[in-house]
């Protein structure tokens, strides 16, 4: 393979033996050579090559050597018969197709308001569906034109105008321009709309019990009727019927103009009766409650899971909400569920399970610039005692550290949404200033929101904290040995669109550990972390990542060296290593943190394939006492690097330069790691 970049060879190459199979033999005929140009011919077109051709060449299987060039029409095929034992495809693509400009007629046609809530499409908002916001750094492909991807956007388009209301909506391409010379397209798209649906009233056809159709909360006339109005409104109805014990209801609901329409007026609106027909069946009970396949989880926790009793109206959503419970308990590999008989007026549920291993092995590794390489293992055991418990234990080492946890899990401690977990964990680790050890246990309440994709935690931490050859600036009075009690709580909320490879959306936490000696310890203060990160994608597959962090410890006291802050790495200001952007005393030791901010601003532009380059601006602020609350020292470091995605995360090469920089300091870093910076 030739022709396509060193990657994208490669990628092609994997592309062929998927398709082709990697058990056709030392022998291809010209059928096989044909079919393998027409594969990469196909993909180079997808990527605006439409001009793109194959020069075949290659060895027959009698020594002869051979060449020829096909198109994506097999213009001039290969000769036959042909048989050969070497085969080299050299893909020529010729000139891109990008689109250059896009125009349209017909948005204006739109009702908008002046149809009672029919909604508009800007000219810029339907020009996205066609291409994306450009840009000088906008890659190549992005901007590709192929009549696949120019099909789609005409049928994204016109579905977008069909769920607003205008349902008989047809969008169409008026004219398309190819420049050959230049690979420049310009499209010119046609909008039909047609008249906007608007409910006017509705027409119920109920074949039996008409009672559950009085707690149906229909839409407002003058909604907007489209096709997802239609299967919502199913779904509300179908839920009211379940509810009332029809496991059989049929719902069908249609939108009819009038009889007699009148033409849409001048405001483009044509006013429609909604038909709501139901078969709700026959009324059906519940039998039995049945468990399949189960092997070791206890009879009675299985049943706490399921909200179903003899005698109960036979609800199909009460199945599915088993069937997730039971799956959220953790040990089922696979947890499926239906009725039993399938029809008749008494039904048993049964829920089929596998459950997973009883043990699970998982091998770990990771690599940052300061603690390089590290590796370890993981080991959880399955369903203690026939009760879904579950336990985990971790040993991780690194070239500058040792840690070791070790959790017991219950799910549901505390009713259907609530966890528990117990935990004991040990960490030795050489910090740039010191060495760290520290021991405990915690006990952990967590409690999932959903609907709002949230999480809260709480509970009780007791630590044992030692920090031993220190070189800190405050060694002579740093309190390096403590035991800590603390009372600990958790906020989080996740609404990105990917966790290890943010593109839109944004996370937020907030983390208080509150330390009093009558929990335990010796020590009191309150120390706080809170985060927040935004993604914002900005076209032409371009993105803008923001973050914003704060960590302080409060309290008049000493405070154990461990629960200070240093920042610095990967993670935090990029022109340091970890740790070494902590102030430093008048003889350039470092000096722990109480208060610190860090902000981070990062452009990413993805340049080809998983490849994307970065420039970002890190600040960092900084104060070693309360007094100087939030910051007294500010750093800023600002950089580039590249990153290549991969499905754990992004493995990214950065350096940071450091705008402003104290005696001592590096004029920048090079920072090798694995992972999302923030």
Known sequence: MRGLGWWDNIQARRMLDLVLGRERGEIMEANAIEDAALVLLSHAGSEGFLDARVAVSGVTVDGRNFSHELDNMLTTGLPRPLEAREVRLRVIPGRRYTIKAVTFAGLDGLAGERGGGGGRISEKEARGFFAPRLGVLTPADAKAFSPGRLRGSVASLRETL?????????VSVA??????KTGEVRLHVLVEPGPFWRISGYREEIDGD???????????PGSAWSRTAGQDLEVLVRNVFYDAGYADARVTVAAVPPESPEPPGADGVLDVVVTVRVIPGEAVRVGRVRFEGRTRVRDALLASKVALHPGDPFDPRDVETGRLRLSRLGVFEMVDSRADPETGPERDAVFFLKEQPRWDTSLMFGYGSYEQLRGGVELRQNNLWGLAHRTRLELVQSMKSSQGDYTYSIPELLGKNIDGSVKVFGLLREEESFDREEYGGSLLLRRPVRKWRM????GYTFESLHASDSTLGTRATDLDSSRVGSLNFGLVQDRRDNPLQPHSGYRWYAQLENAEKWLGGDVDYQRIELDWSWHLPLGGERWLHLGLSHGVVLGDKPVPVNKLFFPGGENSIRGYKAGEAAPRDDTGAFVGVRSQVVGNV????RVTGNWSAVVFLDALGTATSMDDYPFDETLFSIGGGVRYQTIIGPVRLEYGYNLKRRDGDPAGTVLFSLGFPF
């Open 162 to 170: 069909r769920n607003l209301g205008y349902v008989g909506a047809q």
């Open 602 to 605: 990062e452009l990413e532009q």
């Open 175 to 180: 004219d398309e321009r190819r420049d050959a």
């Open 455 to 458: 999480e809260v935690s709480g």
């Open 210 to 220: 008409t009672g559950p159709m009085a707690r149906v909360k229909l839409p407002p």
